[in-house]
């Protein structure tokens, strides 16, 4: 039998021995305290969390991507970081990948057994042709799930950057990976509920991990999201907005730059700042990697 004993995330919280005789604002108030634990454990291990970023940008600048794995809302919050990266980035779909165990079907209803699975794990990330570009990020609040730790363990015999994010110290996905990211906020509101305080403590930590990569790899300009994709009537008017806010120009300006360069914020922006042609601002943009600063300061 699984001893779950020794784990914080398992724990009694002192503080909400009486949950189930608070009123509805005892409640809200007793969890909000308990939140900021969650930042100050995510403030002592952010050495950790630069060095996840130093790799997956290293990754992705290569060829490779970024991998996160998990299970139940571990996986889930894995899943949801990686599909926020596209229309965000303006990135490929292949470039930040969740996978769960399970598939995408236990994102709403969990498959038994998945997370239990010693062998699952890598033939998910055999199934996506993982190699040794790729960073593998292990998800699993506890830290000790078998589908994480066999998945981890086989990313790292092929080569891959790997990274454990646990909320429990000397975990066991921790010690299969180069990289332990363990926070930990302490005992839930709700005795073992790490889709509190574990999970906002790691999608936090999934917020710093994606964005700061997109950083690296020249996907932001000044803190602005200059690759956003236009899907949308609101995205269309923000990336007229981002347009306007880093070049100073009018919303007429910023509609005819975004029409010349197709629709690519980027581009249009370096045109403008530039004072050249699209064609121009393509070229600068790629030999700076993709990174307007750096496209400004060869000019």
Known sequence: MVDLSKLTTEGRNPATMNLDEMTPLEIVTAMNKEDY???????????????AITWCTESLMNGGRIIYIGAGTSGRLGLLDAVECPPTFGVSQELVVGLLAGGNKA?????????????????????????????????????????????LR????????????????????GKEAELAIEPTPGSE??????????????????????????????????NLMIDVMQTNEKLVIRAEN???????????????????????????VTMILLGCEAEKARKCLEAAGGHIGGALQRE
């Open 37 to 51: 634990h969650v930042v100050t454990a995510v403030g002592k291990v952010l050495p950790e969390v630069a060095r």
């Open 242 to 268: 981002i347009v306007m806010t880093a070049t100073e120009c009018n919303r007429e300006v910023a509609k005819d730059a975004l029409q010349e360069a197709n629709g690519s914020v980027k581009v249009a």
């Open 189 to 222: 509101v709700l005795t073992g509920s790490t889709r509190l305080k574990s999970g906002t403590a790691q999608k936090m930590i999934l917020n710093m991990i994606s964005t700061g990569s997109m950083v690296g790899i020249g996907k932001v300009y000044q």
């Open 107 to 151: 994102f709403i209803k969990a498959v038994e057994g998945a997370e239990d699975s010693c062998c699952l794990g890598e033939d998910d990330l055999k199934g996506i042709g993982t190699n040794s570009k790729d960073t593998v990020i292990g998800l699993a609040a506890s830290g000790r799930t078998p589908y994480v730790i066999h998945a």
């Open 154 to 173: 086989y990313a790292r015999r092929i080569g891959c950057k790997t990274v454990a994010v646990a909320c429990n110290q000397d975990s066991l996905i």
